[in-house]
């Protein structure tokens, strides 16, 4: 080769070859250092099925250099693996249980996120006559009585579940109260029940092959908020990171991006 064009190509080769070294630099410095370990995460399932841990999940990377460790299992179970430092964190749906953990100082940094209505659903014909009644405790009150009667059909929530504890809250205990199958009747047999559901489920998954009505919804003490706690048990730095990150825009942008199922509380 002529020496005049061996040293454009030499030249050429250096260049290449110090982009090639300088290329893994330059993505070192751009990803984020870690200043924590991931936390292990015990999550309902409902922030699972709405998408809101797999939204957190890819802006984790980008801020802290990890991903938390989610365990799916119901809020009573959440609080439950708290309350034995089990798990280094919990996400969970509002519930009396962790007021009582939170005064006993067995959780702490216990933090609210978010909300989601809850809704009082039943069959599209009024039978349980609550079609005028604006408070909640009423008409479930209401309902229970027409279920008693055998005018119509009451579907409990899942027993130990949020929404049961915000149904026996609002009807002073009487919705946790084993009652009677309701009598059938022509006016209830092929009708569906009253139920409670919030509404992130209902628009995830609303139950198929009944058609029901929203009776009763946008009521201030109808609603279960989303908070998050950590374990006195555990005391996870990680944790405190994930709770104060949570909190943080791009946490909360996650959040109103789920909107009307999720609704963030800084707006």
Same mark, same amino acid.
């Not at 030249?11 to 982009?19: K, R």
């Given at each position: 080769?002529?020496? *005049?064009?061996?040293?454009?190509? &030499?030249?050429?080769?250096? %260049?290449? $070859?110090?982009?090639?070294? #300088?290329?893994?630099? =330059? +993505?070192?410095?751009?990803?984020?250092?870690?200043?924590?370990?991931?936390?292990?995460?015990?999550?309902?399932?409902?922030?699972?099925?709405?998408?809101?841990?797999?939204?957190?999940?890819?802006?984790?990377?980008?801020?802290?250099?990890?991903?938390?460790?989610?365990?799916?299992?119901?809020?009573?179970?959440?609080?439950?693996?708290?309350?034995?430092?089990?798990?280094?964190?919990?996400?969970?749906?509002?519930?009396?249980?962790?007021?009582?953990?939170?005064?006993?100082?067995?959780?702490?940094?216990?933090?609210?996120?978010?909300?989601?209505?809850?809704?009082? *659903?039943?069959?599209?014909?009024? &039978?349980?006559?609550?079609? %005028?009644? $604006?408070?909640?405790?009423? #008409?479930?009150?209401? =309902? +229970?009585?027409?279920?008693?009667?055998?005018?119509?059909?009451?579907?409990?929530?899942?027993?130990?579940?949020?929404?049961?504890?915000?149904?026996?809250?609002?009807?002073?205990?009487?919705?946790?109260?084993?009652?009677?199958?309701?009598?059938?009747?022509?006016?209830?047999?092929?009708?569906?029940?009253?139920?409670?559901?919030?509404?992130?489920?209902?628009?995830?998954?609303?139950?198929?092959?009944?058609?029901?009505?929203?009776?009763?919804?946008?009521?201030?003490?109808?609603?279960?908020?989303?908070?998050?706690?950590?374990?006195?048990?555990?005391?996870?730095?990680?944790?405190?990171?994930?709770?104060?990150?949570?909190?943080?825009?791009? $946490?909360?942008?996650?959040?109103?991006?789920?909107?009307?199922?999720?609704?963030?509380?800084?707006?």
């Amino acid at each position: 080769m002529p020496e *005049l064009a061996r040293r454009p190509f &030499l030249q050429l080769s250096l %260049s290449g $070859a110090l982009g090639l070294c #300088a290329a893994p630099a =330059v +993505l070192a410095r751009e990803r984020v250092i870690a200043r924590a370990e991931s936390p292990l995460v015990g999550v309902d399932p409902l922030f699972i099925s709405t998408g809101l841990t797999g939204r957190w999940q890819s802006a984790m990377k980008q801020d802290l250099g990890w991903s938390a460790r989610w365990s799916a299992m119901e809020t009573t179970e959440v609080l439950q693996q708290l309350e034995q430092g089990q798990v280094d964190a919990g996400l969970f749906l509002s519930h009396p249980r962790a007021d009582e953990l939170d005064k006993q100082g067995l959780i702490y940094n216990r933090v609210t996120l978010a909300r989601t209505d809850v809704l009082l *659903l039943g069959p599209t014909d009024d &039978l349980a006559g609550i079609r %005028s009644e $604006a408070d909640p405790g009423r #008409a479930l009150a209401q =309902v +229970l009585a027409a279920h008693n009667a055998g005018a119509a059909r009451w579907l409990p929530p899942p027993a130990g579940s949020a929404v049961a504890a915000l149904a026996d809250q609002l009807t002073k205990g009487q919705a946790s109260k084993g009652l009677p199958p309701s009598p059938a009747t022509k006016a209830t047999q092929n009708v569906p029940a009253y139920r409670l559901m919030t509404r992130a489920q209902w628009l995830k998954a609303p139950p198929k092959g009944e058609r029901l009505k929203v009776w009763l919804a946008d009521a201030p003490t109808l609603s279960l908020q989303a908070q998050i706690a950590s374990s006195f048990r555990a005391r996870h730095a990680g944790a405190k990171l994930l709770t104060s990150w949570l909190q943080w825009p791009l $946490a909360q942008n996650a959040i109103k991006s789920t909107r009307p199922a999720w609704q963030a509380l800084k707006e």
